[in-house]
């Protein structure tokens, strides 16, 4: 067994205890192979070992892996993005974790020929690095977006802040899920909004205990590039 393997083998074992130890079931949760650190001929080997959602951050990255990649993938774009590149990823793309602005709406309502499964991101830890809207803003945001019928807001999205304490990543997740739940019970057409895209390397099993559907795994999945 590859290495590659070896570590889809060890967290998919993880996931399944996390959801047992959550009473969840494990079909309710998508694991997106963040592929943006390794090349074409390491993402070709995630979609061998099984796993056909895969994340880029880059419109570059997106692009040249969606040239070069000749399957089913589904592809997700979790990077910031420019109103001027969303023409650029917006051909074969599955789901946009990363809307936090109207004017990249905007931009999708021009550029897009179907309605576009979004995720809004959140800035629930007030971290200035972070970009996403606030959780004051969010439910007027998803209004302003309403106008917006290539855009489908299809959960809500965030990033932990990067720290050991696990119990400040579980409340940003904790309150993540209340946010959408609040969201879900407005019962808006262009926002039933039932999933939530959190979780990475360092915290998807918290993320998991906390109600996440669709986890973004780079480094702890894929590896990095340099390394087998
Ligand atoms: C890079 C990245 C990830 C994956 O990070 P790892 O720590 O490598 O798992 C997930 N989400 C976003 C938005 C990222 O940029």
């Known amino acids: 067994m590859s290495k590659l393997q070896q ?4 967290i998919e074992k993880n996931i399944q205890a996390a959801c047992q130890a959550a009473g969840r079931d494990r079909s309710e949760i998508t694991v997106v192979a963040v592929t943006k650190a ?6 070709k080997e995630v979609l061998e070992a099984g796993i056909v959602d895969l994340g880029e951050n880059r419109p570059e990255g997106l692009t040249q892996k969606q040239a070069e990649i000749e399957s089913e993938a589904v592809w997700h774009y979790i990077g910031n993005v420019q109103s001027r590149r969303v023409r650029d990823i917006v051909g074969n793309l599955g789901y ?13 309502q021009k550029r897009a020929t179907e309605p576009v499964n979004c995720f809004v991101q959140v800035n629930v830890s007030g971290e200035a690095s972070k970009s996403g809207v606030t ?10 977006v309403s106008i917006y019928d290539k855009v489908r807001i299809v959960g ?10 696990t119990e400040t990543i579980r409340s940003v997740f904790r309150e993540m899920k209340e946010l959408r739940d609040r969201i879900v019970a407005q019962n ?12 990475m390397s360092n915290d998807y099993e918290i993320a998991i205990e906390e109600g996440a559907t669709y986890l973004r795994i780079g480094t702890a999945l894929v590896g990095v590039e340099s390394e087998a």
């Open 135 to 144: 959780p004051e803003a969010l439910e007027v945001f998803i209004e302003d």
């Open 96 to 108: 946009l974790h990363s809307l936090s602005r109207a004017s990249i709406a905007k931009e999708l």
């Open 7 to 10: 570590r889809i083998q060890e």
């Open 188 to 199: 808006l057409p262009h926002a039933p909004c039932t999933e939530l895209s959190m979780g």
């Open 156 to 165: 809500l999205m965030t990033m932990a802040p990067y720290t050991d304490d």
């Open 38 to 43: 390794v090349g074409t001929e390491r993402t």
